[in-house]
C-alpha cells in the first residue's frame, strides 16, 4: 500500500530515514517500482482510451503517431513506453480530441 505523505507530513523525516521504524533502502526500492509499474498502467490504459475516443485501430493509430503497430500494441499492454517524440505526438491528439468536446459544449 503506498505511503500517504501528505497526512505523514510532519513526520515525514523519520519515515525516510533508511532503517527507521522497518524501511530500509530494499524496502524503498520496491515501493519505487510499484509507482513506476501503476504509472506505466495508467499511461497504457491512457493511451488505449485516446484511440478508442479517436475510433482508431491500433494501425491508424500508430500512424498518426509516427510508429508502428507494434510499437502502439507493446504501450497498451504495458511492455513499454513512448519516446519523448511519440508522447508528444499524443498529448497534440489529445489535444484536438478535448478541443472538438470543447466546442461540442458550446
Same mark, same amino acid.
Given at each position: &500500500?503506498? !505511503?500517504?505523505?501528505?497526512?505523514?507530513?510532519?513526520?515525514?523525516? %523519520?519515515?525516510?530515514?533508511?532503517?527507521?521504524?522497518?524501511?530500509?533502502?530494499?524496502?524503498?526500492?520496491?515501493?519505487?517500482?510499484?509507482? /513506476?509499474?501503476?504509472?506505466?498502467?495508467?499511461?497504457?490504459?491512457? !493511451?488505449?482510451?485516446?484511440?478508442?475516443?479517436?475510433? %482508431?485501430?491500433? +494501425?491508424?493509430?500508430? /500512424?498518426?503517431?509516427?510508429?508502428?503497430?507494434?510499437?502502439?500494441?507493446?504501450? +497498451?499492454?504495458?511492455?513499454?513506453?513512448?519516446?519523448? %517524440?511519440? &508522447?508528444? =505526438? !499524443?498529448?497534440? %491528439?489529445?489535444?484536438? !480530441?478535448?478541443?472538438?468536446?470543447?466546442?461540442? =459544449? =458550446?
Amino acid at each position: &500500500m503506498p !505511503i500517504d505523505w501528505v497526512s505523514l507530513a510532519p513526520y515525514h523525516v %523519520l519515515y525516510c530515514l533508511p532503517g527507521s521504524f522497518g524501511w530500509n533502502d530494499e524496502s524503498l526500492n520496491a515501493e519505487k517500482e510499484d509507482m /513506476a509499474k501503476r504509472s506505466e498502467k495508467q499511461l497504457a490504459k491512457t !493511451i488505449k482510451d485516446l484511440r478508442a475516443k479517436l475510433g %482508431l485501430t491500433q +494501425e491508424q493509430f500508430a /500512424a498518426k503517431v509516427g510508429v508502428t503497430f507494434s510499437t502502439v500494441n507493446r504501450w +497498451e499492454n504495458g511492455r513499454g513506453k513512448p519516446s519523448p %517524440l511519440a &508522447m508528444r =505526438r !499524443i498529448e497534440e %491528439l489529445r489535444a484536438e !480530441i478535448d478541443s472538438r468536446e470543447h466546442r461540442r =459544449r =458550446r
